[in-house]
């Protein structure tokens, strides 16, 4: 499976649609503003562009426009801006308040969307024992293969029409919130005739006290009412609600009809690029992971792409593995673009030690390979960096783009700098490692304009297509605030402060924001970066990065140290232009 890349050129803003303002129409009206004039060619709009209800946006419901947030004339007036889109299509998952879900709730097993979910205890019943609990506990060595982004088995316990619980496999986010119950619930919905209303409050009381203090209702004391208690129970389950990301079925046919019908509606939105969120997830076989398995993973890619071509869209596989793993280089040497999910801690360790070498390293990487990647400083989600690490077993070994001394440095910083963390869990819920730290680029640089500065025009001068995180190009700081609000998931939004219109007008006063516009601009225009990167030898704590495509060429040189650097562009031997920073 190996097939042509298409990138689009030029530079990708990246945001949500109410990032800026309270809807996308603000968004396009910034991007309508002299100083944006020629700044990006596409706009990667996150996924509360469509509707959804958790993990913001990314639990989608569906893949229609999010009018609350988005309009047709949105897009239109963008397109005549000449920005073309990026969107996510959700591999793994859907949101249990979608209609196929919906219609597995109402209907249980004679819905037919029975099959586009993955029924966790049909899944693994010939692979492991049930618990007390009614659910399957998989063999060790088939749990012990298990990936989890969560601590406990992936699961969410779903109540069915006939009364009984299933557990479903949910790999990402979830949450079960049982609403009060109260003396009428109980009297019109039990045919129990010695039941009075003043039983009946007493009753909703202490069943409230236990959904209150999140204990478990099978174990309640009902006193002389406990012969009922199973129909008591069950008046409260019928009002529990879920929130939560249902792992999809790509063994149904009616699984691989929707991933169709989403990519030609992405089509019809006028997607472009396509980027393929927890791909990975996707392909789940017993005795093997459920984190890229092969080659399963590769056989469900091959049908993915395929249907892409039919609309003339081009993929973008959402990887996240360590370095040492090597999958980012798999899927690259398949033929799709990837993330440069290494970059940011790479450039944040440059600059904080001043030193070219890791850094180098990783450009000559991309450039003997000829890995496509698109590149970002901040993104929606955290700074990666389990990513850097490198692999050591008995099998094989590799070194990472940092050592795991380096790593725990880094991560020591920007945590000394306000950032926090996200972790990796183990079968038994202990966390096995740092996923990510979540952290403006900004702050993570120490909220260093001469950093930002340098670190945004190495990015422009790095192989692959740059995106560009909203409030990065704002220099924004991290949100302590808004993370705390957030509850459990609330680190990421450390990174996603809202910016008002007046936020805009006194950014663009500032210089850190109109040096990178001017940056990105010259990155966004220059046919310079249509052609080759040459690295030029330098000492340690410098950089030496030309781009040349026939006549016209772009060279950055930068001092690690004191992050002064200049820029030399020429259209021609006789067209010469210099800036410089200090």
């Known amino acids: 499976m190996l097939t ?157 029409p006939d009364g009984s619980d299933r557990p479903y496999w949910n790999t990402f986010y979830q949450e079960v919130v049982y609403h009060e119950v109260t003396a009428h619930d109980l009297l019109h919905a039990l045919e129990i005739e010695e039941l009075t209303h003043d039983d009946a409050e007493k009753i909703a009381t202490i069943l409230n006290d236990v959904l209150n203090a999140k204990r478990d ?77 092969e080659p399963g993973t590769w056989e469900y890619l091959r049908r993915v792409k395929e249907i892409a071509d039919k609309y003339d869209l081009t993929l973008l596989p959402e990887i996240h593995s360590e370095y040492g793993d090597g999958l980012h280089e798999r899927v690259a040497a398949k033929g799709f673009p990837i993330y440069d999910f290494f970059l940011p801690s790479l450039l944040i360790d440059a600059l904080d030690r001043g030193t070219n070498k890791y850094l180098l390293r990783w450009i000559n990487e991309l450039l003997i390979k000829k890995i496509k990647t698109i590149n970002m400083l901040g ?107 957030g509850g459990t998931g609330g680190h990421k939004e450390i990174n996603r402060t809202t910016l008002t219109n007046s936020d805009i007008e006194e950014g663009l006063k500032q210089i850190i924001v109109r040096d990178q516009l001017e940056l990105i601009r010259l990155r966004n225009t220059s046919s310079a970066f249509n052609g080759k990167l040459t690295v030029i030898g330098t000492d340690e704590h410098q950089l030496h990065l030309s781009w040349k495509h026939q006549e016209c060429t772009a060279t950055l040189i930068a001092d690690l140290r004191n992050y002064s650097f200049s820029i030399t562009h020429k259209e021609n031997s006789s067209d010469e232009n210099i800036m410089s920073y200090h």
């Not at 893949?63 to 073309?84: F, K």
């Not at 293969?145 to 088995?153: D, S, V």
């Not at 260093?448 to 704002?474: C, N, S």
Request: overall charge negative; some cysteine.
């Open 217 to 293: 209702l099978h174990e309640i004391d009902l006193g002389d009412f406990s012969h009922h208690k199973d129909d008591i129970v069950s008046v409260v389950e019928q009002n529990r609600k879920y929130l939560g990301q249902m792992d999809l079925n790509a063994q149904s046919q009616e699984v691989w009809d929707f991933y169709d019908e989403t990519l030609k509606k992405l089509r019809d939105h006028g997607g472009k690029l396509v980027r393929l969120d927890a791909f990975a997830y996707v392909h789940k076989e017993p005795g093997k992971a459920n984190f890229f398995n």
């Open 379 to 485: 993104c929606h989600d955290g700074i990666p960096v389990l990513d850097l690490r490198g692999k050591n077993n008995t099998e094989t070994s590799t070194a990472g783009l940092l050592s795991d001394e380096e790593i725990e440095g880094l991560i020591e910083r920007i945590m000394d700098r306000g950032g926090r963390v996200k972790d990796l869990y183990g079968p038994d819920g202990k966390k096995i490692s740092y996923y990510q730290v979540n952290a403006t680029f900004f702050s993570a640089l120490g909220e260093d304009e001469r950093k930002m500065r340098l670190a945004r025009a190495i990015q422009m001068f790095m192989p692959g297509t740059p995106q560009v995180w909203y409030l990065d190009l704002f220099a924004g700081k991290n949100d302590y605030a808004a993370a705390d609000i």
């Open 4 to 160: 042509k890349i298409n990138l689009p050129k030029g530079v990708i803003f990246n945001a949500y649609p109410d990032s800026i303002g309270r809807k996308l129409a603000d968004i396009t009206l910034m991007l309508k503003m002299p100083e944006f004039k020629d700044v990006f060619s596409l706009f990667y709009i996150l996924p509360t562009i469509f509707n959804s209800d958790l993990d913001r946006g990314f639990s989608i419901i569906d893949y229609d426009l999010n009018d609350e947030l988005v309009s047709r004339e949105d897009l239109e007036q963008l397109h005549e801006l000449n920005v073309m889109f990026k969107f996510d299509l959700v591999l793994n998952h859907l949101s249990v308040g979608s209609p196929q879900f919906q219609d597995l709730l109402k209907n249980g097993d004679e819905s037919k969307y029975k099959n586009f979910f993955i029924d966790w205890n049909e899944f693994w019943r010939s692979h492991g024992e049930m618990s007390p609990d009614g659910h399957v506990i998989p063999h060790e060595e088939h749990l012990e293969k298990l990936f989890m982004r969560k601590p406990g088995l992936p699961i969410l316990k779903v109540r069915f």
